[in-house]
C-alpha cells in the first residue's frame, strides 16, 4: 500500500513528488513500523476489533523530529497498520516570544485530534537553575510530569515521544563520558508510577532524515529558544563528535547503533548482568570464547 503515492493520509498532502522523497517517505514509515513491532508497543490482539483500543498520547512540541512523528504514525494508523487511537498534544512552556497560535492551526487544518496545554514551567526553569547551569534536566523533568498528567487525563496507556536514532546514540555517549554508564534511551519503558508507557517510534530513524522530511513537507518547524540558546551543551560537544566521525567514515553512526541491539553481557564487566563467578570450564563454548 505504501506505494499508491497517491493515496496517502493529509498530513503527507502537498509532498514532492520526485523520487528521492518518495524513497525517503518509504524508509521513514518502514523504520517506524519496524520498531513499533520489534518492541511491541501495539498489543498482540490489536488488531481483534473485540479487543479495547489502546490510545496513544503523541508529543509534538514543533520541531522536526515529532513533525515527523506524527506525520508518519498517522500514515500507518490510517492505512490500518497501527490499530490504536491518536492523540496530539504540545504543551505551551511559557517560553517567551513562542508562537502560541502556529500548532493549533496546523492542527485544525490538518484535522488531527489534539489537546493544547499551558503550563509555565519556564519560569521555574528560569527561577530554579543557577547562572551558567543548563536547562535541559530540569526543563525536561516538568515537562514529562505534565505529560504524564495529561495522559491520564485523556485515558491514554502511553506517551509517545519523537526521539530519533541519533538521539539515543547521543544520550548512550553521554552517559559513557559524563555518566560512568552504558546506557541510553530505550524505545520502550514503563514510568517510575507503572501506569504509563513511553515509546520512541522513531527509534531507528536517523535525524538527517527527519529533518529532510519535515523541511520537504514545509511544515512550520518551531525552534527551541531555551536549551538552543545555551552554548557548550555536552550534547552538542557529542553531536559535533560523531558528525566528525560521520564525516570520515561514514556509516558510522549506524554500526554504532547495530551495537546497541547486539549487547554481549558475557564481554562486558557488570556481574549483575552476567554471573562470572559461576563461570567454569565445562559452560558453553559461547562464554568461554576468547575476548
Known sequence: MLDQDDDIHALFAGAPRTTAFRKL????VRQ?????????????????????????????????????????????????????DLLACNLDQGQPGFPATVLPAFLEQMGVSHRIEYQDTYSIVMDKVPAGRTFCALCSRLRRGNLY??????????????????????????????????ATMPPKLVNEAGDLFLYRPLAHVAEEDCDRFARAMNYPIIPCDLCGSQDGLQ????????????????????????????????HLLDPDLFDFAA?????????????
Open 25 to 28: 517517505r518509504k524508509r521513514i
Open 235 to 266: 550534547r552538542q560537544q557529542v553531536k559535533q563528535m560523531l558528525d566528525g566521525w560521520e564525516a570520515n567514515h561514514p556509516g558510522r553512526r549506524q554500526k554504532m547503533f547495530r551495537a546497541l541491539m547486539n549487547a554481549r553481557p558475557s
Open 32 to 84: 517506524t513500523r519496524e520498531a513499533i513491532e520489534q518492541y511491541g508497543m501495539v498489543a498482540p490482539d490489536a488488531h481483534d476489533p473485540a479487543a479495547p483500543r489502546a490510545r496513544w498520547l503523541v508529543c509534538l512540541s514543533g520541531g522536526k523530529d515529532s513533525y515527523t512523528l506524527l506525520a508518519v504514525l498517522h500514515e500507518l494508523q490510517w492505512r490500518g497498520l497501527l490499530p490504536v
Open 149 to 182: 498528567r495529561i495522559a491520564r487525563e485523556e485515558g491514554c496507556s502511553a506517551v509517545v515521544l519523537g526521539h530519533h536514532r541519533d538521539d539515543i546514540l547521543e544520550t548512550f555517549m553521554m552517559n559513557l563520558f559524563h555518566g560512568g554508564r552504558l
Open 279 to 291: 563461570l567454569s570450564r565445562d559452560t558453553d563454548k559461547g562464554d568461554r570464547a576468547d575476548g
